[in-house]
DNA sequence: CATACCGTCTGAATCGTTTCACCATCGACG
DNA sequence: CGTCGATGGTGAAACGATTCAGACGGTATG
């Protein structure tokens, strides 16, 4: 039982070589069909399960494709995540999703470990917008695509242009004419609250700056936080709209809103971003900004496994794919 | 840089032999400084990344154990899935996730590519609480801790006692005084949905049976369609509460009740069941059966690496252990 | 001076699978 | 009857890292 079984034990329980038992494994037609049997039979009694270390080893190509991901427990990378397995397994590729967790001391070693398997290649969500090749030891000949971030010239990548996706939400906002508008939202280090903030602002320029209000995380608590700084503000002078990095602090500041008995949307109106399913499920739901989470999957795994084919033929040159989003607006800054 | 580098290059370029490249590498203490210096510079400068199938190979044991997990969509199982990285890591191991999307096709699939990766274990969250063995090809010798399921004596597990839980929901409901009371959940293949179910209807008893909502999936859009089956009911005939065997559908539920105008609690009393995060973050908070998702997570993995552990030495007993969950009450409940 | 011993390094064997050149058997064909 | 082709099977080499018995100087010990 504990001693793993071997082509070599199947090979002699089934008195064969094991040249044969790995060509019933690998090309059933090549075997004649009375030994096949056979082999197969010794298979199941013996319970052999083939290792992939040693068949890897010696064919040099996994069938497994990393996708480390920032926040396992945002919704959008899960639906992301779902876009990915689904045109993984089109290709035939399994998924091992990794969670980085916004640390880039995790993401560098996910990443080694990623590269020591060797698998087929990674889709990588980068903690650090600047440092990606930081993290990333070149040359491996594993190909990498960056997953909601551009990579200049040195990777594919799929993302979503996130400035325009503040413009969007801005220029709603603007023309809705709201006068005193807030951003909420951080870490600065993460790229896309950087871009998304940038095109709220040239966005809201003609009515004035946006009240920048700062976050530690993208999450629902850093929300109500940022909703109870918010509820401080004396009422003549608080924002009467808010537009959230994500949709996760766009619920957590709804909810505190709610508890505060400050009226959404007549007293504030709350756009988020990424439109997550739970945003439509809002008691007050959301207009946020849609990105096609699952299309982004799709796409960042089929860029993967377009490099990955090339590698054996002419050099392949590496293409950035952006998407546009789009705004969806449902109750939330709907005032009648 | 598309050839890869073995230590057998390493070697070359430091002109050493290939032990001493590994030793370098796995006890650099039994080197000279001069000859490490030189081979760390040539691994360096060659971009040198260890092959993990070789080592493992050799070796025979890996530093990754996997989670297949039922919907990497819900949060309650990325909350399991950071206690269980968390506690991982403390071992020293890294958790690769797999999700099975409620699949049987992919859970096999999944186990099989676990199998063959020979980790060092595999954390399952099974489609079908019954079906565990089929697709348990026993003794690779790679250890199994079943989560969120009890799995009879052949499997370490960490559960929660889902009937008590359900029996939490009902008698809060029935001493609440609500005569007329629905359970919103599905599909009954699922363990966790049968359990809950028993554990209301034994409580709810004295009141009267409950009115059985069954669901395709334990969804959100799920939860909405229930609560169109739900308003469509004549109002004199209609259940003043529901219980929901997620939270998921709670939402959803909720959020067509605010939709539908039908007011939560007053008209509706509702109550979901993992106590996620969303769930205090709704716009009515909703009251739930909260698991101690973190700790479910935690102690699955210790238990893994008991397991795993145990295994060189004398015979592993298998443990089950059963947390108790607990009601969180919130508005979603409280009629004044 | 011979011996023992230490620190450092080498080289070959090993893990389990795949692959490939090669062998045996047999029927068909000229 | 010899030859040719299939067809079905064999066995050893190869993949890359680890490990272990031993080689080689050099120093301390008796």
Do not use: W
Request: overall charge negative; charged content about 25%; proline content about 5%.
């Amino acid at each position: 039982m504990s001693a793993t079984v071997s082509v070599k034990d199947v090979a002699a329980a089934a008195g064969v070589s094991v040249g044969t038992v790995s060509n019933v494994l690998n090309r059933p037609d090549r075997v004649g069909a009375a030994t096949r049997s056979r082999v197969e039979a010794a298979i199941e009694q013996l319970g052999f399960v083939r290792n992939e270390s040693a068949r890897h080893l010696r064919a040099g190509a996994s069938r497994t494709i990393g996708y480390l991901v920032l926040d396992a427990a945002n919704p959008f990378f899960t639906d992301v995540a779902k876009g990915v397995e689904e045109a993984a397994r089109d290709a035939g590729l399994a998924v091992f999703l990794c969670n980085s967790d916004n640390s880039r001391q995790r993401e560098r070693d996910y990443l080694e470990l990623l590269f020591e398997q060797r698998v087929r290649g990674v889709l990588v969500t980068p903690v650090d917008p600047a440092g990606v090749e930081a993290s990333l030891p070149p040359g491996v000949g594993v190909p990498v695509v960056l997953v909601d971030r551009t990579g200049g010239e040195k990777y594919c990548s799929v993302s979503v242009d996130d400035v325009y996706g503040g413009r969007l939400a801005g220029q709603y906002l603007a023309e809705s004419g709201h006068e005193r508008i807030a951003f909420v939202g951080g870490p600065e280090s993460v790229g896309q609250v950087q871009d998304r903030l940038a095109g709220f602002r040239e966005a809201v320029e003609g009515v004035g700056a946006p009240i920048v209000l700062p976050t530690a995380a993208l999450t629902v608590a850093e929300g109500r936080a940022a909703g109870q700084r918010l509820a401080g503000m004396p009422a003549s002078r608080r924002p009467t709209a808010a537009f959230c990095a994500n949709d996760l602090l766009a619920l957590g500041l709804l909810q505190e809103m709610t508890r505060l008995r400050i009226r959404v949307p007549e007293d504030l109106a709350i756009i988020g971003y990424d439109d997550i399913e739970f945003a439509a499920a809002a008691a007050v739901p959301l207009t946020s900004v849609r990105q096609p989470r699952h299309q982004i999957g799709r796409t960042a795994a089929e860029l993967l496994t377009e490099e990955t084919e090339a590698a054996d033929g002419r050099a392949h040159r590496h293409r950035q794919v952006v998407y546009l989003p789009e705004l969806i607006v449902r109750e939330s800054t709907i005032t009648a």
